[in-house]
């Protein structure tokens, strides 16, 4: 039976708890049919990841026990679905050595280090229901299994809490675990805090949705199930992390858009609405100081978004809303889109809780236009209430260090990111600013400096990058696609400094090119990719182009001289044609010369008109004056 909408109790969504109940249960009926006769793997439909089909099929019970979980729990045990009897099968057969479905071991492969964490946490969160009430030998079976986790290496990145995760549940269930090794990772935990209560996935610049649907989920549900007492984590310490979500939450709340999309930056996103994982980890932890209506309307937005764009077998792919293969990393499997169910943990809430029970609340950019700063990512936050886009314009993530020789990443690298578009595959690079060498290939600027990003009077706000540009022959790195960029043989290019400023949602792209050593046809700034079924239908005379739902316009200010549009097919999980706006000077651009553009990106509302630019007589600053006599004066570094 279809849950009815109730506009009064969720005037945004029209979700009620029995909205997420039915889909829990539709998501796990349809992954169901996928379940071996032994009940350890589900072995969904789709192309295998690097660590192969056995791995893949773990993945799909670890990640699909995660929801089952979140779902007995809320109901305070009860089970008419029977599914934790279906998990308590798989559990059995999956750590039997002698079983045809044993699992591969944390110490054997890397992947079971990752899907333990999933197998451990809920059987914490069901203890009563499930761990309490296996067999002995079973019982003993899964704490030998768990236990290979103890001493291994793990790599210094959210990882370090899935052994974190097992090896209190080990402790818990009075298996074997090291005190040195929790204290190892909470170190390394501390190493990846940054300002603003933001977590860098790595010592890289690698600022992704890994802050929040892992390095702010595990920490506070771990205090929460495994170390009530506290005798592992320092009162001190949970205060830090309760302090660091909530300032967290802040900016997050900001970075999804009216129609629930979450931000498309980074990488894994086949995870989809897992984004909602931190929103509900503050309000089941009582550390949010979002209100409980604002929680289950920035939460429900995201599943809505995805729950109405959903394969007919209701199954979650490959994908973003439909299957697109191409979207995954290597270590993608069929399974691992249902990390998803991290965004769903606001079942393990009963029905009576606030988040359940209060009036939901309008997200910021339901209220207002947005403008902020984000300092740890380089990110400008902007968002107009008119359209519900929110984007951030980027100066300082790129899944890379300072110096970084390799590619850009299209994930982290361009200039901006937003819940409406996503960089495609193809070969024009869409928001950046790049030049052409002379065989026509086009430069990457990872590894460059951040400048400042800072908020200026008059609501305007700003930011800077600068690095020497290169060209990278990609051709023979063949290594796993985890997210970064690739190496190879690599030709130096000048140094370029880029600047955006941004009003209104609206940027103005600023660029100067030092001397070049080799021969450079010409410079390019490209605007925001625009997809749809049908082809974008391109601007005549000028960088635009216009898709039913969005309009993406490049307007040369200084320096350049022709306007495109680059229009390309199968490159983009949004649309089947997409197409990229940008400008461009006729021949190589003068050294130290100032170049300047308008990137726009918006829903055909109203244009506001560009300001004028003055450069000062130094060349390193330049002056902006709207027409409502607002002015903004930016450095731009040498």
Same mark, same amino acid.
């Given at each position: ?6 506009? #009064?109790?969720? %005037?945004?969504?029209?979700?009620? #708890? ?12 349809? $992954? ?101 009430? @296996? ?10 299994? =768990? ?22 549940? =080990? ?33 890289? *610049? ?18 929460? !199930? ?17 302090? &660091? ?60 978004? !995805? ?14 809303? *439909? ?31 606030? +988040? ?16 902020? +700063? ?23 993530? &790129?899944?890379?260090?300072?110096? &970084? ?9 361009? =200039? ?49 990058? *600068? ?41 103005? *792209?600023?660029?100067? +090119? ?10 390019? @700034? ?30 040369? @200010?200084?320096? !350049? ?20 706006? !940008? ?14 553009? +308008?990137?726009? @990106?918006? #829903? ?8 004028? =630019? ?22 731009? %570094? $040498?």
């Amino acid at each position: 039976m279809t849950a009815v909408e109730d506009r #009064r109790l969720s %005037p945004y969504t029209g979700w009620t #708890r029995g909205h997420w109940t039915a889909l829990a249960d539709r998501l796990l009926a349809a $992954a169901g049919r996928y379940r071996s006769p032994g009940g350890a793997r589900i072995d969904l439909p789709g192309p295998a990841s690097r660590n192969g089909r056995v791995s893949d099929g773990l993945e799909g019970f670890a990640r699909t026990f995660l929801l089952a979980g979140f779902r007995v729990a809320g109901e305070g045990g009860a089970d008419p679905g029977g599914l934790l009897e279906h998990y308590a099968r798989g559990l059995a057969a999956g750590t039997d050595p002698a079983s045809p479905e044993a699992w591969p071991r944390p110490d054997e492969l890397g992947q079971s280090k990752v899907e333990a964490a999933s197998i451990a946490l809920v059987l914490q969160l069901t203890r009563p229901w499930l761990w309490d009430r @296996l067999d002995d030998a079973v019982r003993e079976r899964v704490v030998a299994w =768990l236990a290979t986790v103890v001493g291994q290496p793990y790599p210094p990145i959210n990882w370090v809490w899935f052994r974190i995760v097992v090896e209190s549940f =080990l402790r818990e269930a009075g298996g074997p675990w090291s005190a040195a090794d929790v204290e190892e990772d909470l170190a390394v935990h501390s190493s990846l805090r940054r300002p603003g209560g933001w977590l860098s996935d790595g010592d890289e *610049r690698a600022y992704d949705h890994y802050t929040g649907w892992a390095l702010h989920l595990y920490p506070l549900l771990w205090t929460h !199930f495994f170390d009530v007492t506290g005798s592992l984590c320092p009162g001190s310490l949970r205060h830090r992390w309760a302090a &660091d979500l909530r300032e967290y939450l802040d900016d997050a709340v900001r970075l999804v858009g009216g129609d629930g999309s979450p931000l498309l930056q980074g990488r894994s996103l086949v995870y989809r609405f897992a984004a909602a994982a931190p929103f509900w980890v503050g309000a089941l932890t009582g550390t949010s100081r979002l209100s409980p209506g604002l929680t289950r309307r920035v939460a429900g937005g995201m599943v809505r978004h !995805f729950a109405g764009a959903m394969a007919p077998d209701d199954l979650l792919t490959l994908g973003w809303h *439909r299957a697109w293969p191409a979207m995954r990393q290597a270590y993608s499997g069929p399974g691992s889109p249902y990390w998803a169910a991290k965004g769903m943990l606001g079942l393990a809430l009963p029905a009576h809780h606030p +988040v359940w029970t209060d009036v939901e609340e309008p997200l910021p950019i339901e209220t207002d236009d947005v403008a902020r +700063v984000v300092v740890a990512p380089g990110w400008l936050v902007s968002g107009r209430r008119r359209d519900g886009i929110a984007l951030v314009v980027n100066h300082g993530t &790129d899944h890379a260090r300072v110096g &970084d020789q390799r590619s850009d990443s299209p994930l982290y690298a361009r =200039l901006g990111y937003s819940t409406a578009t996503v960089p495609p595959l193809g070969s024009v690079p869409d928001n950046t600013v790049f030049l052409l060498d002379a065989d026509g290939r086009a430069s990457h600027r990872a590894g460059f400096s951040t400048c400042y990003a800072t908020e200026l009077p008059g609501g305007v706000l700003a930011a800077a990058s *600068r690095g020497r540009v290169r060209w990278v022959d990609t051709a023979g790195d063949d290594s796993p696609d985890h997210g970064s960029g690739r190496g190879g043989p690599v030709v130096p290019g000048p140094v370029l400094t880029v600047a955006s400023v941004v009003r209104n949602g609206v940027e103005v *792209r600023l660029a100067r +090119v030092g001397g070049a050593e080799v021969p450079v046809r010409s410079l390019r @700034l490209s605007g925001w990719p625009v997809s749809g079924a049908a082809r974008p239908v391109a601007e005549p005379g000028v960088a635009a182009a216009r898709t039913p739902d969005l309009r993406s316009e490049v307007r040369p @200010l200084r320096g !350049f001289t022709t306007a495109e549009v680059a229009v390309e097919s199968g490159v983009s999980p949004l649309g089947e044609w997409t197409a990229i706006p !940008f400008v461009a000077t006729d021949g190589p651009p003068e050294p130290g010369a100032v170049f300047a553009a +308008v990137v726009v @990106l918006d #829903r055909d509302g109203p244009d506001h008109p560009d300001p004028s =630019l003055a450069l000062a007589a130094d060349g390193h600053h330049v002056t902006l004056t709207w027409p409502d006599g607002v002015t903004a004066e930016v450095p731009l %570094p $040498a």
